[in-house]
């Protein structure tokens, strides 16, 4: 039986909220910490490497890949509640990674985000289905406070 890997996770919602607002809830520091994260070291340009602290589950460093205003912003990370539990200061391009995108939309009633992190399948064997559950799970959170975030602000 030939079985075939999940590579991507997806999450979409609409928020009340302009794509302007919206992206600067991803992209800008001060902002991104309100929903995602305790802390962040660098910018959230194209080419960066900005730092994202979790506080006790370490500090992430990640790779921006587009900063689009005001309909995109994607970047590459190590997934690291498996492969890395605490943190990661490296090169994230020269580790196993995944292309986390957020993808903006205006609708009536605000800002469809549509979420897709993608490149699971190409992950070491072992970590595949943690990381895909674990991810999961997480996005679930993470958009949910996103929304939270730009709903009750």
Request: charged share 25%; proline share 5%; glycine share 8%.
């Amino acid at each position: 039986m030939n079985s075939v890997i999940q590579d991507s996770i997806e999450k979409e919602i609409v928020v009340r909220a302009s794509m302007e607002r919206v992206y600067a809830a991803l992209t800008t520091p001060d902002q991104f910490v309100k929903w995602f994260s305790v802390g962040v070291e660098g910018k959230f340009d194209t080419g960066e490497r900005p730092v994202v602290d979790f506080g006790e589950y370490g500090k992430f460093k990640i790779y921006v890949v587009a900063a689009n205003p005001y309909d995109y912003f994607a970047y590459r990370c190590v997934p690291g509640s498996v492969y890395c539990p605490q943190g990661f200061l490296g090169d994230v391009l020269e580790e196993p990674n995944t292309l986390v995108e957020f993808t903006l939309e205006t609708v009536e009633g605000g800002t469809k985000v549509h979420l897709k992190e993608s490149g699971i399948a190409s992950l070491p064997a072992e970590i595949i289905v943690q990381t895909l559950t674990g991810n999961d799970a997480g996005w679930d959170f993470m958009i949910n406070r996103l929304e939270e975030y730009l709903n009750n602000e």
